[in-house]
């Protein structure tokens, strides 16, 4: 199966404690994002890379939040000493580098992060 | 400010009938819209999507219509099957190539197809 892949799918953490995310996205795609999706809520942007570039980054992402994309390939996302609010699926999407189709992002099955 | 609405949490139909989601957006520089469903711990799955120059699209059993004067959009799934029971999203999203083309989602609307 070549879709989108992230690691892990769950995740239990203590409150103050930094957790990492990985996202591995189709491999022929050039664009990779991030979204956070709360129960009751559609999924909503926290950032966007174009090959290894982090292009835009959402007002949600405060600077406990970071992610990377070293060599344009798998991303990671950090969030340091994380609180309950926290909580959420953590979902990561990549989109094909045409220009006809580079809006339609394909998701992987998300990250669960539970904070106590 | 919530941008792209979906107003009905929930939609129950008939087997073999017609299922209509809709979605209103509010931003007018929205130029791409995308229907996602969702079924629960797994991530979304792209099922159809429309650009602003058209107002319909048809991929089989799913029909996308969108009206720019009213700023709507709807997803027809026909006939109806029980396998579509799943959240469905409606996302859009503004700028050209260069832009990035970022997702703003609705709330979602929960389908229940009874057989």
């Known amino acids: 199966d070549t879709g989108v892949s992230q690691d892990p799918r769950h995740k239990i953490t203590k409150r103050g404690q930094n957790v990492t995310f990985r996202c591995d996205p189709i491999s022929e795609h050039n664009r990779l994002y991030w979204y956070r999706q709360t129960l009751g809520q559609g999924p909503e942007f926290l950032t966007y890379f174009q090959n290894e570039a982090q292009l835009e980054k959402s007002r949600l992402l405060s600077n406990r939040f970071s992610a990377e994309r070293p060599k344009g390939s798998f991303s990671t996302l950090e969030i340091q000493r994380t609180e309950q609010g926290d909580s959420a699926m953590y979902l990561c999407a990549s989109s094909p580098r045409g220009r006809d189709n580079y809006n339609e992002q394909f998701f992987g099955p998300g990250t669960r992060l539970t904070v106590l | 400010d919530q941008q792209v609405k979906q107003n009905s949490p929930s939609l129950s139909v008939q087997e073999g009938r017609i299922s209509i989601l809709n979605c209103d957006y509010t931003?007018?520089?929205?130029?791409?819209f995308l229907w996602y469903k969702k079924y629960p711990a797994e991530g979304p799955t792209f099922l159809i999507s429309?650009?602003?120059?058209?107002d319909k699209n048809e991929d089989g059993r799913f029909t996308v219509f969108l009206n720019k004067s009213a700023k709507h959009l709807s997803l027809h799934i026909v006939p109806s099957q029980p396998g579509d029971s799943a959240v469905y999203f409606c996302?859009?999203?503004?700028?050209?190539?260069?832009?990035?083309?970022?997702?703003?989602f609705g709330q979602g609307t929960e389908l229940s197809v009874k057989p």
């Open positions: 996302a859009a999203s503004a700028g050209n190539y260069n832009q990035g083309g970022k997702l703003i």
């Open positions: 931003n007018s520089m929205f130029d791409y």
């Open positions: 429309i650009s602003s120059i058209k």
